[in-house]
């Protein structure tokens, strides 16, 4: 391998780059022949289009993808710096809040490993997720320029440029053929240009692309005002077109009704579309006819929904179908994927700014709703309560356009991301469409790709598993059944013990670099690690410590400390900048920290630890070390998870509410190996009306006498009152996530995890078992599913 350096000085950094450009530059010629035989075969293509791409590092996925790990190693002996080393230089490509981005990212890797032609669509933010720091216990957010450096792995391919019209307005006019048309005229013009990312399949020589646009300003438009003489004019309307692409929006639960928000998805849209369309011509010229059976959009959630109008703006304005044709193409091509049931993250915008931002495309979705609301006549006749209720339009003062019945009205396919939540929106929030197009719903279990989530992010645990099943188990995840016969065997339970712990003393050396916290490898490691969202309950986790705090202060004043299991408690995750009780969260969480850590008669049995700035490349040293995964969120209310799946593959327990996957990850792995709590989605529903907190703090002297410590300012003696919000939530019966309920139950539910601990070798059985039988959420299987079931591909 050509390493891309001379004998001269060089950095570290030269060295990073040098080893990603020549890991790229070697990728170029399969990336072509993918390009050339996806053109060639006329193979089904599916656009994948998402706001978001959490792709975190690419050095080491692709090593190992391209199988170029061991060459790599033998190239950098010469050097000072090791492979692991020079791999954590490598910035996060964090274009992602969370959960829905990582899905994205884990779905290309299996879609190129499943040798499937799916190109991902999305955003080249230069600012990607905020950087998360930790002052006096408060979350302060760091902008994250990950370009900063430069990007070795992108491609600016300029030949594929594309305009993006914005404001101005709307006109018809009747043609030759007496046919009349609408044009939009007067626009403001953006320039979308794609920059490649490759996305390398494992070990079967197919490079897919992700294409991610930024938006520059059109030479053109410059000219013009320069030559009226009008620079600075010239010179600000470039940097409006430049904001476009400049920052992703850090809300994992929605902040509605931004106006920039608005921009990059149609921006997203109309570009990825226009490419998609552009392509189509240079191939089978205008005519459309076979163009729904050879392309797939997957809509990840609402966000590119409005891609719906604008391939009907596309096709009718610009291409010349009638609206019955064009409308045949895009109800054929289009699949909408929900991602959550919560209210405030349904998206709504009002009609006055896309009577503004895009006019064209407003007067297509009253079109469409019209057609559509025809259709919701004919099956409730004289319903006209149910017009308005499944209206695209919201009216009211300020009329919104919602989102998701648009993507739904459009879409021949809407899938949930694991059973129960599909099954909540089939009787609950889609429920009318249910009844209308039952046809159209499905279920699809999210999963995660085993090439990061297991052979690259423990390589220790791969090793074992090597040796004792081959490696058939990478491409095939229901191959760690297989270890399931292993359970009994005396030696594997050694190796399986050794590698965790080796995990954890790793995990460790960074917690105490990040933390300023010393995690003690024989302790249990009980983490929970996401989002702080109050629907998580990283609120019921806390308060947990906090009685585990005075559990052991009590042991050691009684002299009863030999029944204490010594546990080392991990927290991590950002608050989206606006949600200031997730932020009160993350200061309660640190100064509890402080409190428990600096008691030094009480850190031989806990500890705990808030890790600043969570993200992909931190997950991947956290859930190797992990023994206690928690997946504790109010039943109902988390559509899948992910996390709780790579926790599961790398031989964690999981002590987890009947939410989400974690409900199949049950079910997979059976009673006995899971460690269940709390009241169900339906007993939510049914206490929710008549919740009174107060009854279930009476009925839990552990959780009275937590409330108790909380409510006298022991944690925040310096800043009285500071922790009202967090107090007044758990007692509140209007608290949504019922906190209190389910406190006692998790309590229980922990100390049969302490009693399972304390026996080595049956947690270590259960552990394989919980790596056995994650099989079933390997993102293959997933993406099988919507090869098999959706794209037909
Ligand atoms: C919407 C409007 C304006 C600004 C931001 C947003 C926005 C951005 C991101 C709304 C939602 C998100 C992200 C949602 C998300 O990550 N959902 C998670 O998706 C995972 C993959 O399916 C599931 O496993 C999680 O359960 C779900 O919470």
Redesign the pocket.
Same mark, same amino acid.
């Given at each position: 391998m050509n390493n891309g350096l001379g004998q001269e000085e060089h950095t570290e950094h030269d060295l990073f780059h040098a080893l990603a450009s020549s890991v790229k530059d070697q990728m170029l010629g399969s990336w072509r022949e993918t390009r050339t035989k996806d053109g060639h075969y006329r193979t089904k293509q599916v656009a994948y289009l998402s706001l978001?791409f959490l792709m975190g590092r690419a050095l080491g996925n692709a090593l190992l993808n391209l199988e170029l790990t061991d060459e790599s190693r033998q190239v950098l002996s010469q050097y000072a710096i090791g492979l692991e080393a020079l791999e954590e230089l490598e910035h996060d490509a964090g274009l992602g @809040? !969370? !959960? &829905?981005?990582r &899905?994205a990212a884990c779905f290309l890797d299996s879609c190129a490993s499943m040798d499937l032609a799916v190109t991902g669509y999305g955003i080249r933010y230069e600012y990607g997720m905020f950087a998360q720091k930790i002052v006096d216990g408060y979350q302060v957010e760091r902008p994250d320029r990950w370009l900063r450096d430069g990007n070795p792995w992108e491609v600016r391919v300029p030949n594929h440029n594309v305009i993006v019209p914005f404001f101005g307005h709307t006109e018809s006019y009747i043609d030759k053929g007496g046919r009349r048309n609408v044009i939009w005229v007067d626009t403001q013009d953006v320039m979308a240009v794609a920059y490649d990312m490759p996305v390398p399949g494992y070990r079967n020589g197919r490079i897919n692309t992700l294409r991610l646009w930024k938006s520059e300003a059109t030479d053109d438009f410059d000219l013009t005002e320069f030559n009226q003489g009008d620079y600075t004019e010239a010179v600000a309307r470039k940097n409006l077109a430049e904001q476009i692409t400049m920052v992703l929006?850090p809300? %994992?639960?929605? =902040? @509605?009704g931004?106006e920039l928000?608005l921009r990059q998805q149609y921006f997203l849209s109309s570009a990825s579309l226009q490419d998609l369309l552009n392509n189509w011509v240079s191939q089978h010229g205008t005519d459309f006819s076979g163009f729904a059976k050879a392309n797939v959009m997957q809509l990840n %959630?609402t966000?590119p929904s409005v891609a719906v109008p604008e391939l009907m703006r596309l096709l009718v304005d610009h291409y010349f179908l009638e609206w019955d044709q064009a409308w045949e193409i895009t109800s054929n091509t289009m699949a909408y994927t929900n991602? /959550?049931l919560l209210p405030e993250?349904l =998206?709504r915008w009002p009609v006055r700014m896309f009577q503004q931002m895009l006019p064209r495309i407003l007067e297509i979705i009253y079109e469409i709703n019209a057609r559509y609301l025809d259709d919701v006549a004919h099956h409730w006749p004289g319903d006209s309560e149910m017009l308005a209720k499944m209206s695209i339009i919201e009216e009211g003062c300020e009329p919104h356009v919602r989102m998701a019945y648009l993507a739904i009205v459009a879409s021949f396919s809407v899938n949930g991301?694991a059973g129960l939540h599909t099954q909540l929106l089939t009787s609950g929030l889609f429920k009318e469409f249910y009844a209308l197009w039952p046809e159209k719903f499905n279920n699809r279990t999210?999963g995660v790709t085993p090439r990061r989530w297991l052979a690259h992010c423990n390589p220790k645990l791969t090793e074992v598993l090597i040796k004792r099943l081959g490696g058939e188990w990478v491409k095939d995840l229901k191959h760690l059944h297989a270890l399931n016969a292993f359970t009994e065997d005396k030696s594997l339970l050694e190796e399986w013990r050794a590698v965790k712990l080796a995990n954890k003393r790793e995990l460790s050396v960074m917690i105490a670099k990040e933390c300023g916290v010393e995690f003690v490898p024989s302790m249990m490691f009980d983490v929970q690690v996401k989002r702080i969202h109050e629907y998580k309950r990283q609120l019921l986790n806390i308060l947990h410590v906090i009685h585990l705090y005075q559990k052991t202060i009590t042991a050691i004043s009684e002299g009863k400390t030999d029944k204490l299991v010594p546990r080392c408690v991990l927290i991590g995750g950002k608050a989206a900048p606006g949600y200031a009780m997730a932020k009160l969260l993350i200061k309660l969480a640190n100064n509890l920290a402080h409190m428990v850590n600096s008691d030094l008669d009480v850190t031989p049995y806990l500890r705990f630890a808030f890790l600043p700035n969570y993200n992909v490349s931190a997950m991947e040293k956290i859930c190797p070390a992990t023994d206690l995964s928690q997946q504790i969120s109010t039943a109902g209310k =988390?559509?899948?998870? /992910?996390g709780n799946m790579k926790f599961m593959m790398n031989g964690a327990l999981t002590i987890g509410t009947l939410d !989400?996957a974690n409900i199949e990850m049950l079910e997979e792995v059976g009673e006995e190996n899971f460690f269940l709590f709390g009241l169900d989605a339906q007993e939510v529903k049914l206490l929710q009306p008549n919740y009174q907190p107060e009854d279930f703090i009476k009925q839990s002297p552990a959780l009275q006498q937590v409330m108790g410590l909380l409510e006298s300012g022991h944690f925040n003696l310096q800043e009285p009152g500071i922790f009202e919000p967090i107090i007044e939530s758990i007692k509140s019966p209007n608290d949504p996530w019922m906190t209190a309920a389910d406190f006692e139950s998790y309590r229980l539910a922990q100390e049969r995890v302490e009693d399972a601990y304390k026996e080595s070798n049956s947690w270590t059985q259960m552990s394989i078992r919980n790596t056995a039988c994650s099989g079933r959420f390997s993102s293959d299987v997933t993406i099988a599913g919507y090869r098999d079931k959706i794209w037909r591909a």
């Amino acid at each position: 391998m050509n390493n891309g350096l001379g004998q001269e000085e060089h950095t570290e950094h030269d060295l990073f780059h040098a080893l990603a450009s020549s890991v790229k530059d070697q990728m170029l010629g399969s990336w072509r022949e993918t390009r050339t035989k996806d053109g060639h075969y006329r193979t089904k293509q599916v656009a994948y289009l998402s706001l978001e791409f959490l792709m975190g590092r690419a050095l080491g996925n692709a090593l190992l993808n391209l199988e170029l790990t061991d060459e790599s190693r033998q190239v950098l002996s010469q050097y000072a710096i090791g492979l692991e080393a020079l791999e954590e230089l490598e910035h996060d490509a964090g274009l992602g @809040n !969370g !959960g &829905l981005g990582r &899905l994205a990212a884990c779905f290309l890797d299996s879609c190129a490993s499943m040798d499937l032609a799916v190109t991902g669509y999305g955003i080249r933010y230069e600012y990607g997720m905020f950087a998360q720091k930790i002052v006096d216990g408060y979350q302060v957010e760091r902008p994250d320029r990950w370009l900063r450096d430069g990007n070795p792995w992108e491609v600016r391919v300029p030949n594929h440029n594309v305009i993006v019209p914005f404001f101005g307005h709307t006109e018809s006019y009747i043609d030759k053929g007496g046919r009349r048309n609408v044009i939009w005229v007067d626009t403001q013009d953006v320039m979308a240009v794609a920059y490649d990312m490759p996305v390398p399949g494992y070990r079967n020589g197919r490079i897919n692309t992700l294409r991610l646009w930024k938006s520059e300003a059109t030479d053109d438009f410059d000219l013009t005002e320069f030559n009226q003489g009008d620079y600075t004019e010239a010179v600000a309307r470039k940097n409006l077109a430049e904001q476009i692409t400049m920052v992703l929006y850090p809300n %994992d639960a929605s =902040e @509605n009704g931004k106006e920039l928000r608005l921009r990059q998805q149609y921006f997203l849209s109309s570009a990825s579309l226009q490419d998609l369309l552009n392509n189509w011509v240079s191939q089978h010229g205008t005519d459309f006819s076979g163009f729904a059976k050879a392309n797939v959009m997957q809509l990840n %959630d609402t966000h590119p929904s409005v891609a719906v109008p604008e391939l009907m703006r596309l096709l009718v304005d610009h291409y010349f179908l009638e609206w019955d044709q064009a409308w045949e193409i895009t109800s054929n091509t289009m699949a909408y994927t929900n991602h /959550t049931l919560l209210p405030e993250a349904l =998206e709504r915008w009002p009609v006055r700014m896309f009577q503004q931002m895009l006019p064209r495309i407003l007067e297509i979705i009253y079109e469409i709703n019209a057609r559509y609301l025809d259709d919701v006549a004919h099956h409730w006749p004289g319903d006209s309560e149910m017009l308005a209720k499944m209206s695209i339009i919201e009216e009211g003062c300020e009329p919104h356009v919602r989102m998701a019945y648009l993507a739904i009205v459009a879409s021949f396919s809407v899938n949930g991301v694991a059973g129960l939540h599909t099954q909540l929106l089939t009787s609950g929030l889609f429920k009318e469409f249910y009844a209308l197009w039952p046809e159209k719903f499905n279920n699809r279990t999210n999963g995660v790709t085993p090439r990061r989530w297991l052979a690259h992010c423990n390589p220790k645990l791969t090793e074992v598993l090597i040796k004792r099943l081959g490696g058939e188990w990478v491409k095939d995840l229901k191959h760690l059944h297989a270890l399931n016969a292993f359970t009994e065997d005396k030696s594997l339970l050694e190796e399986w013990r050794a590698v965790k712990l080796a995990n954890k003393r790793e995990l460790s050396v960074m917690i105490a670099k990040e933390c300023g916290v010393e995690f003690v490898p024989s302790m249990m490691f009980d983490v929970q690690v996401k989002r702080i969202h109050e629907y998580k309950r990283q609120l019921l986790n806390i308060l947990h410590v906090i009685h585990l705090y005075q559990k052991t202060i009590t042991a050691i004043s009684e002299g009863k400390t030999d029944k204490l299991v010594p546990r080392c408690v991990l927290i991590g995750g950002k608050a989206a900048p606006g949600y200031a009780m997730a932020k009160l969260l993350i200061k309660l969480a640190n100064n509890l920290a402080h409190m428990v850590n600096s008691d030094l008669d009480v850190t031989p049995y806990l500890r705990f630890a808030f890790l600043p700035n969570y993200n992909v490349s931190a997950m991947e040293k956290i859930c190797p070390a992990t023994d206690l995964s928690q997946q504790i969120s109010t039943a109902g209310k =988390e559509a899948s998870g /992910t996390g709780n799946m790579k926790f599961m593959m790398n031989g964690a327990l999981t002590i987890g509410t009947l939410d !989400g996957a974690n409900i199949e990850m049950l079910e997979e792995v059976g009673e006995e190996n899971f460690f269940l709590f709390g009241l169900d989605a339906q007993e939510v529903k049914l206490l929710q009306p008549n919740y009174q907190p107060e009854d279930f703090i009476k009925q839990s002297p552990a959780l009275q006498q937590v409330m108790g410590l909380l409510e006298s300012g022991h944690f925040n003696l310096q800043e009285p009152g500071i922790f009202e919000p967090i107090i007044e939530s758990i007692k509140s019966p209007n608290d949504p996530w019922m906190t209190a309920a389910d406190f006692e139950s998790y309590r229980l539910a922990q100390e049969r995890v302490e009693d399972a601990y304390k026996e080595s070798n049956s947690w270590t059985q259960m552990s394989i078992r919980n790596t056995a039988c994650s099989g079933r959420f390997s993102s293959d299987v997933t993406i099988a599913g919507y090869r098999d079931k959706i794209w037909r591909a």
